[in-house]
């Protein structure tokens, strides 16, 4: 370890320091040997650190600082939603009558919880326009997978066979994973100038054995599908079925619900729409809304209500089964019904009014600095490309995203969607305050005239970070991916 | 000449704390946008799909009010600090010291993204780092990754994860292996075209005999649990070395990982792959997730392993730093070709789990894991010697054993509730031939006091 | 950089005949565009490969691509120097950056692959 290193926790460790306190047994401790066969008991034990409380405490709280945060500072990232996540939701999962509750407590016990579940059911299908809604999924990918194997079981109680489904070329990554994992084939279908869904290219590909189409509304490139109808009638005509990649949910609360516009299954993700916390990569929580004719393969339990009642209900034998243990990252659902009922239907449509109007105010302030791929009004987000930069400068957007760390933000999302060359995405939310924006605006501005007088400095950035730009070549030929002893 | 007193009119402020545009704001917003109103930036969307009514929703709550409201559901279930909890079943009530969540439930950690800017996010990256090596050490394997959803999805994707190795279409599960698990085991596999075979367990442990019988040179893996479902240590070596004879790798879920500062861990007597469940390393139970799927494995696995890997390397100066790496596995770059398709995964869980594995070191885990065996061990004797009660299987128990029982579990747990325990897990709904098991967990929560109390108020039971 | 001696495939694999049998490599022009080459994933010694269809993977730090065999026939001999150096992918694609060896069941499938004009004017169109 050189002076220069920040170290790892291992390179505290003293051998006999503790770091927890814990009681003797208070009955009686019997020889190992008559409880486990001698193979099974641990001779070597695990390397783990010996450190102190206070070790304990500034190591963490050291890294703390090395980490950049929503409490901390500005997110522009495109598809992310990086809203402000409030800190009472903390306070109201940390209620032992919910962090402390087993998940096999017999339901009559855990009326409180279930109601949370069923409650939260009813406000998003509200929301979405959706009938029924299962909390299962973990993730919004893990939804995709959900509302995917849905669409399956659904075209084979039909015995219908269909091998196909059709995603966007602006699509996030998750959707095709998605749909290889549920045994589809993927067919892409181009997207028009306008940044719409092409629709004739669309009728061109739909036929009887494309299952499903997944598509984010609005796009990732933060557009409206103009042609959302269109599309919808297409799929529908030919027995497909319209799934909603539900990440760009803001743009829309309390506008219009896609269970109008004809979506049959979407996934909602509670991490960005419904602000739980990201945390550093998760927990996020997927809740996946369906119309009725898929209700009947939902994941199994559902929470059902008799009279004032709660219970589980287990018997469904169309279900797909199970796509995790339990019944969904209950705490991130307490956090996303505390949100709901804080919010209410004025305040939820504010937040799609105001994200919309921040994204639109920031491109209308750096359009005529930064290439834009498709001239609309957007909605919660823009996509901005860092050609003209390239071309002129021969600075790259990665170079100028790192730049805008030295500026204290973090970076929007670059090189998606992939089909925008030097793609710059930036989606602001509904909980920054204009004079965020505008510093955000002018440290862009700032960065572009950099591109033009003083390249290098774009070129080398971020200079100002903890450690500047990493080896990510040697990373992967060379994988260190735990610490050795030396 | 008297004067009216002021009627002073409180009303919710229109303004909403979360959202900061005023009035004068927007207006300057629209004016630099060009456009005069806010109601012009929707006008894409068609006129037939456009709400023209407010969403029917409960009229907002201010904070006091939803805090009352959500704690009078909180104090309508039985959590474990106000009754002693019996029940484990893959969820365990342990004690999580206070430094865990002081700090992993920090703003810098708690509202962070994931850190695909790495020079911006060095803690979170080397947090994660420290949390796979600790994984490694704790389960003798050579590579962990940043996570997965929970033990149940991670076994399921440890299952394709091996098909995609061996290039074989089959699995032998041991029916030892948590019931849930294996139904999330089909829902996974099932799409891909991967064939179960379930093998009975015999006496509560996986039947190496029957294994040995059902694995052939289209198995994959066979796939078992330790300790058990029904906590039951099993015969690992052996599973082992029948997989391998055969060519196939041996996956093993671990529901437990404090178990594993006791026992023997899989990567010493051959598991190729581990697929785990991490809520008992510093978690909260929060009635079933999130928790923290666990996946590790073998260097010459590495590349095929899902999720985030963080990999240490150095800057441009020669610093040592951390990046995400191998990434082109994950699906944001390999799409259609993705060994998965996970994108947020449980990392403030890792994180957790590796400040509670640091904060115990070897010697804590140790030290509790061996409450956890001498207290159930306690209890099991004692509830074993009460008439109308009989342990049920013989093999070796880490924290958690079965009971067969004369009343019906589901009786008992009511007789229990009235006394002010929560009682341990009816086998029944699992399991048809043990509708009479009891399957009970005895962590190093449970004092003595509390123990002898289920014993006295099962005695007797009839 | 594209010897006229090679044959090209449309998913830039070049492929060379030596003695009757098919060696066979990337293109600088798919090295490019996947930069710095982190791993190659080989297929076995003695493993039957069929004409277009993937044989490998080639990693970078940026995608991960198959490799489609230009020929059917099987495997002979791997280059396992691209263990230690996969870079030299990158910095010389059709001599030491080759990736294997082919024992052809029919040579005259490369007459389904492209010449080097052909090949030239197929990437010409992607640029």
């Known amino acids: ?486 | 000449m008297r004067t009216e007193p002021q009627r002073v009119t409180l009303r919710r402020p229109a303004q909403h704390k979360y959202i900061p545009a005023t009035e004068a704001e927007r207006e300057e917003m629209l004016r630099v946008i060009g456009v005069p109103s806010v109601e012009a930036l929707f006008g894409d969307i068609p006129a037939a799909v456009r709400l023209t009514a407010p969403l029917r929703l409960p009229p907002p709550l201010s904070d006091p009010e939803v805090m009352a409201h959500l704690s009078a559901l909180a104090a309508k279930n039985a959590h474990a600090d106000a009754a002693p909890c019996f029940l484990g079943a893959g969820a365990y009530d342990h004690y999580v010291p206070s430094v865990v969540w002081a700090l992993a439930g920090r703003g810098e950690f708690l509202t962070a993204y994931t850190p695909y800017q790495a020079e911006l996010m060095q803690g979170e990256l080397q947090a994660i780092y420290e949390y796979q090596s600790m994984l490694c050490e704790l389960t003798g394997m050579d590579v962990a990754n940043a996570s997965m959803y929970d033990g149940a999805s991670a076994l399921a994707e440890a299952a394709v994860m091996a098909r995609d190795l061996t290039r074989r279409d089959e699995v032998v599960v041991s029916t030892a292996v948590h019931p849930e698990y294996r139904r999330v085991l089909k829902t996974y596999a099932t799409p891909l075209g991967i064939r179960i075979v379930e093998v009975p367990h015999r006496d509560g442990t996986t039947d190496a005999e029957a294994v040995g019988a059902q694995i052939s040179e289209r198995t994959a893996a066979v796939i078992i649990q330790h300790p058990n479902f029904f906590g039951v240590l099993e015969e690992g070596k052996g599973l082992a070395d029948i997989a391998h004879g055969r060519g196939a790798l041996l996956v093993c879920g671990v529901a437990e990982p404090l178990s594993l500062g006791l026992l023997t861990p899989p990567g010493a007597w051959g598991a190729d792959i581990v697929a785990g469940e991490g809520q008992a390393l510093g978690n909260h139970l929060n009635f079933g997730g999130p928790y923290l799927g666990m996946m590790a494995t073998r260097q010459e696995y590495m590349r095929r392993i899902p999720g985030r890997l963080v990999g240490a390397t150095v800057d441009v100066d020669g610093r040592r730093g951390f990046v995400l790496t191998l990434q082109t596995r994950e699906q944001h770059i390999r799409r259609e070709k993705a060994s998965s398709n996970i994108c947020t995964n449980e990392a403030l869980l890792a994180l957790a789990a590796g400040i509670y594995m640091a904060a115990l070191g070897p010697q804590g885990l140790r030290h509790v894991a061996e409450l956890n065996l001498y207290k159930a061990a306690y209890a099991k004797e004692a509830i074993g010697g009460l008439r109308g009660f009989r342990v049920a299987f013989d093999g070796p128990t880490f924290n958690e054993f079965v009971v067969r029982t004369s009343v019906p579990p589901e009786e008992i747990n009511r007789r229990l509730r009235r006394e002010g325990i929560l009682g341990g897990l009816p086998l029944g709904r699992f399991y048809p031939d043990l509708a009479d098991g009891w399957l009970l967990c005895v962590t190093e929560q449970r004092t003595r006091a509390q123990i002898d109390r289920l014993v006295a108020a099962l005695e007797g039971m009839r | 950089m594209y010897p006229k001696d090679l044959r090209y495939s449309s998913e830039h694999e070049w492929a060379k005949v030596e003695d009757g049998r098919v060696r066979v490599g990337i293109t600088k022009f798919a090295a490019d565009k996947l930069s710095d080459i982190v791993f190659v994933e080989l297929p076995r010694i003695g493993a039957a490969v069929t004409f277009m269809q993937p044989c490998g993977v080639i990693e970078s730090v940026k995608a991960v691509s198959d490799i489609y065999s230009p020929i059917s026939g099987k495997v002979v001999e791997v280059n396992t120097a691209l263990g230690d150096s996969p870079e030299v992918v990158n910095s010389d694609p059709y001599g030491k950056g080759w990736i294997v060896v082919i024992e052809p069941t029919d040579l005259k499938e490369l007459d389904k692959l492209m010449t080097v004009e052909q090949y030239l004017k197929a990437i010409g169109e992607e640029k």
């Open chain 1, 1 to 486: 370890m050189s002076a220069k290193d920040f170290p790892v926790i291992f390179e505290l460790s003293v051998s006999g320091r503790v770091g927890a306190s814990y009681p003797a047994p208070d009955v009686p401790a019997r020889p190992l040997a008559g409880l486990l066969p001698a193979g099974q008991i641990r001779t070597a034990p695990p390397a783990l650190p010996e450190v102190s409380e206070l070790d304990l405490v500034r190591h963490y709280t050291r890294l703390s600082h090395r980490n950049f945060s929503i409490d901390e500072g500005f997110y522009p990232l495109g598809s992310c939603t990086m809203k402000y996540n409030p800190k009472i939701h903390e306070d109201v999962a940390r209620l032992p009558g919910f962090s402390r509750l087993h998940p096999y407590t017999p339901p009559d016990d855990a009326q409180g919880a279930l109601e949370v579940i069923w409650e939260l059911e009813r406000l998003l299908a509200e929301i979405s326009g959706m009938d029924r809604v299962t909390f299962q999924p973990a993730a919004g990918a893990h939804g995709e997978l959900t509302g995917m194997l849905m669409i399956r079981a659904y075209f084979d109680a039909r015995g219908e066979r269909r091998t196909n489904v059709l995603v966007p070329d602006s699509a996030h990554g998750t959707n095709p994973a998605t749909a290889t994992m549920a045994g589809y084939r993927v067919i892409t279908v181009a997207s028009d100038a306008r940044g719409n869904m092409d629709v004739r290219a669309l009728r061109e590909v739909m036929d009887d054995s494309v299952a499903a189409i997944m598509l984010t509304n609005p796009n990732t490139l933060g557009l409206f599908e103009e042609h959302i109808l269109e599309v919808a009638e297409i799929v529908h005509d030919r027995g497909g079925q319209m799934y909603l990649d539900g990440a760009n949910f803001n743009a829309v609360l309390g506008m219009t619900r896609p269970g109008d516009q004809g979506f049959d299954v979407m996934h909602m993700n509670l991490h960005k729409t419904f602000t739980t916390p990201h945390g550093g990569g998760g927990p996020g929580a997927g809740a996946v809304g369906v119309k009725s004719h898929l209700v009947p393969f939902l994941p199994t339990p559902v929470v059902e209500k008799d009279g004032d009642r709660f219970r589980l209900d287990d018997d469904r034998p169309q279900s797909i089964g199970k796509i995790r243990a339990f019944y969904g990252n209950f705490s991130n659902l307490v956090r996303a019904y505390t949100y709901v009922r804080s919010m209410g239907s004025e305040g939820l449509r504010q937040v799609a009014e105001t994200a919309v109007l921040n994204a639109n105010y920031v491109l209308a302030r750096l359009r005529d600095r930064f290439d834009l791929p498709y001239d609309r009004l957007c909605k919660h987000e823009f996509v901005l490309a860092g050609t003209r930069q390239k071309k002129q400068c021969g600075v790259t957007t990665r170079d100028m995203a790192k730049r805008l760390l030295d500026y204290g933000f973090h970076a929007p999302t670059i090189y998606f969607p992939l089909i925008v060359e030097e793609a710059i995405m930036i989606e602001p939310t509904e909980t920054e305050s204009k004079r965020t924006l505008d510093e955000f605006i002018e440290a862009m501005r700032a960065i572009d005239r950099e591109a033009r007088e003083t390249p290098q400095v774009v070129r080398d950035a971020p200079h100002a970070t903890a450690v500047r730009r990493l080896d990510e070549v040697r990373a992967a030929r060379q994988p260190d991916l735990r610490w050795r002893h030396r």
